[in-house]
């Protein structure tokens, strides 16, 4: 805004140099102009060279552009004497005007500079003045005026500026919330990843091996090897496309008694982004495995297709089938692995099963930025790209806004303190030029309104409607129609017309949200009702018509220059000051989540070093056997937190009693009898109370071959979890055979271990208001 701002200023003076300089020329006697112009085109070079500076600031430093801009209004000043007469005034002065005014754009981070140039333009101007008649003073309100118009220049400067900052401070609330909502959705997306990861390689490897007693154990070693490199990649960063026919070419068979045949018919090659090809192989991967455990088959076939942009993927069986609708949601293999995946690269899976007529499961991913949403029934969310898009544009419309109404309270501003200040005296000093003076009278009247009517909108934070802006827009027509016909022509412009200069201010408020052409268009119309007033006349002499072309330049011109500054302002500094906020954005945003999620991973790998990545490393380096019987227990008890792990996710009333029920179906699936009983009415647990509480029970049916009884109680401070179950501990696990307890102060959990003869009781406790004495009974 600031480098549009001095463009601006350096541009407009230029202009108005030029223009005005030239019909100043026109008016001058013919032997004064030579003398003329040897000041005034010094005076143009000097704001030739300021535009050259524009595009090589580096190259002047600012003292010499200072001089530059003092010699400017020092040389038109001077120019007032020699070509003498009243076009000289109106001249000098709409170019001193200008010049006071732009000084405070051009030098508005640097204000001391641009107020002693203003200064040195009205000293200027007096100079000129008494030069021009000698043994006379200088006139007073000129000097006053141009004082004040260098300082409503700086107030409408202060003012975008707030707005402006207002609108930064606005944007970046809205983009820290934004940035916390992509990231911690991108956390959510990871931790999903990592849970289906965790489900089709750790979990389901150590659920076998505590299962498995006399099995070829072959397969395992490397399996276990692709699981930790698995578990040690970090998700959610692949960029860049891949071709879906190489990688569905490598999905594994499997080995032994699991292997399955894969009969493929794939047209590639494929190219889609690599995060929807790793989640299709993902999840074909997975289905795989299915077909291996549950389809009493050892063939499928694997289909991929295009389509509308896209990819199709198809893999079948003719195994036994199953009704899906009938799986629990605690099963993460199809919910997880094979459809969670999908929707979070905005594509879709199905499956497609009955009893008895075998399996078919299809992957859908269409390019967003080409076709509709997907078919068969996908949750169409908008991806990455309509996300910016939409944030871009909601950041260029709160700019554009706060730009607006700054504006449009600058120039407001600007209408009252130049009626009430500047337009009041002529009024009241004119009266008897006026035909009719009530007529006039009328027209102040009706400005005064129109503005009281805008401001009332304006300063509630409200937009002028458009009913309101219709009448007032009228209004202010109407009375520049009334200051054109009911004064002189020959007094037209000159300081008896208040209206001429004033009413441009009055539309510019009420148009400022519109196209420059709405604006351009009233003031044409405004010079229109000026121009047949003078012309219904008689027609004009040169230095009458030089003199009103002044006037018309450095008021209507420089009103018109406002306006373009503001849609420039409203339609080319908004929306790149939204890009680059844009911009800014996604790079914090990328940057927050490439930190959180590196943090997050090294936090889930830190958790699992301590058990289940010793597990899976002495499994692949042979340096655990699956025929140990401890191992296999060991297994089981990982197997049993990790489908713990996956039911936190899960949407329930009872989020206890579901992670509970988790690690009860690890145990079933070992053959173990569990009894579950539950008394009193449940209540809040926090996660992490939850997790120590259920951890030793996921140890005891983790270590149970047999039969085990779990008991959740309830009371309205406490909460107990207990379970009865083998003791395969052999004093290897806890060092520990007589009753125990042990007690986190923080977290206010308690847990007391009794073992008796073969069997194990273990109670956790928590009270969420003050830590109760544990019965050892």
């Not at 230029?14 to 001058?28: H, N, P, R, S």
């Not at 993460?332 to 075998?358: N, Q, W």
Request: aromatic share 6%; hydrophobic share 45%.
């Amino acid at each position: 805004m600031i480098l549009t701002l001095e463009r601006y200023g350096v541009w407009l003076r230029t202009t108005v140099l030029c223009l005005c300089g030239a019909l100043g020329i026109v008016a001058a006697d013919t032997a004064d102009i030579p003398l003329a112009l040897a000041l005034l085109v010094p005076a143009l070079l000097a704001c030739g060279v300021r535009l050259y500076a524009l595009r090589r600031p580096r190259l002047f430093p600012l003292a010499v552009l200072w001089t530059l801009d003092a010699g400017v209004v020092v040389l038109t000043g001077l120019s007032q004497p020699v070509i003498g007469g009243e076009a000289a005034d109106v001249m000098v002065e709409a170019i001193v005007s200008i010049s006071v005014i732009t000084f405070q754009h051009e030098w508005a981070t640097r204000p001391l500079p641009g107020a002693a140039l203003a200064v040195l333009g009205v000293v200027a101007y007096a100079l000129g003045d008494v030069l021009s008649s000698p043994g006379h003073g200088p006139e007073l309100i000129p000097l006053v005026r141009l004082l004040f118009l260098a300082g409503l220049s700086r107030a409408a400067f202060l003012i975008v500026r707030a707005r402006a900052g207002a609108a930064d401070r606005s944007a970046a609330v809205r983009a820290e919330s934004r940035r916390e909502a992509e990231v911690a959705a991108a956390r959510r997306a990871a931790e999903r990843e990592y849970l289906a990861t965790l489900h089709d390689t750790a979990s389901a490897t150590l659920l076998m091996v505590s299962q498995g007693d006399g099995r070829d154990w072959s397969w395992l070693p490397p399996r276990a090897r692709q699981d930790l490199e698995a578990l040690s990649a970090v998700p959610g960063f692949e960029t860049g496309s891949v071709d879906l026919a190489a990688l569905l070419g490598c999905v594994p068979e499997g080995a032994g008694r699991a292997r399955v045949r894969l009969t493929t018919h794939i047209d590639g090659p494929l190219a889609i982004p690599s995060g929807a090809g790793l989640a299709i192989f993902n999840g074909v991967r997975e289905a795989v495995t299915n077909v291996a455990r549950h389809a009493g088959v050892r063939e499928a076939e694997l289909r991929a297709w295009t389509e509308r942009g896209g990819a199709v993927v198809e893999l079948s069986d003719a195994g036994r089938g199953f009704d899906p609708t009938s799986v629990p949601a605690r099963r993460r293999g199809i919910e997880g692995s094979i459809v969670g995946r999908m929707h979070a690269v905005g594509g879709t899976a199905t499956v497609d099963s009955h009893p008895g007529t075998g399996t078919r499961v299809r992957w859908r991913w269409h390019d967003r930025a080409t076709t509709s949403p997907a078919a068969d029934g996908a949750q169409t969310t908008d991806g990455p790209g309509p996300r910016r898009t939409q944030a871009h544009a909601a950041v260029v419309r709160l700019i554009r806004r706060q730009l607006l109404y700054g504006a449009q309270l600058t120039v407001l501003l600007i209408s009252l303190l130049s009626q009430f200040t500047l337009s009041l005296h002529p009024l009241t000093g004119y009266q008897d030029v006026y035909r009719p003076a009530w007529a006039q009278t009328a027209a102040f009247v009706c400005l005064a309104v129109v503005a009281a009517v805008s401001a009332a909108h304006l300063l509630r934070g409200r937009q002028i409607p458009s009913q309101v802006r219709g009448w007032s827009l009228g209004a202010v027509l109407a009375v520049s129609a009334t200051g054109a016909f009911t004064l002189p022509p020959e007094l037209l412009t000159g300081a008896e017309d208040w209206v001429f200069g004033l009413v441009g201010w009055h539309a510019l408020f009420l148009l400022a949200d519109l196209r420059i052409r709405a604006y351009a268009a009233f003031l044409g119309a405004h010079l229109g009702f000026n121009s047949t007033a003078v012309l219904l006349s008689g027609a004009p002499t040169a230095v009458e018509s030089a003199t009103m072309g002044i006037s018309a330049v450095s008021i209507c011109g420089f009103q018109l220059s406002a306006g373009v500054l503001l849609t420039r302002l409203l339609h080319g500094t908004a929306p790149a000051a939204g890009t680059a906020a844009a911009r800014e954005e996604e790079l914090r945003t990328r940057e927050r989540i490439h930190e959180d999620m590196q943090r997050d991973h090294k936090d889930r790998y830190r958790a699992l070093t301590a058990t289940t990545v010793p597990l899976l490393a002495g499994l692949g380096h042979g340096a655990l056997s699956p025929d140990d019987e401890e191992v296999r227990l060991r297994c089981g008890v990982e197997a049993a937190r990790m489908r713990r792990l996956f039911a936190e996710s899960d949407a329930v009333s009872d989020p206890l009693l579901n992670e509970l029920r988790a690690c009860v179906e690890v145990a079933e699936h070992q053959g173990v009898t569990v009894g579950l009983a539950v008394r009193g009415q449940p209540g809040d647990v926090p996660l992490e109370i939850r997790r120590q509480l259920i951890d030793p029970v996921a140890v005891v049916l983790g270590r149970t071959r047999s039969s085990a009884r779990v008991t959740v109680v309830w009371t309205p401070r406490t909460v107990r979890v207990s379970v009865v179950g083998e003791d395969r501990a052999d004093g290897r696990e806890t060092g520990e055979t007589a009753p125990s307890q042990h007690r986190d102060a923080d977290a206010k959990v308690s847990v007391v271990r009794t073992a008796r003869g073969g069997s194990v009781w273990v109670e956790a406790s928590w009270s969420d208001s003050a830590v109760s004495e544990v019965d050892r009974a």
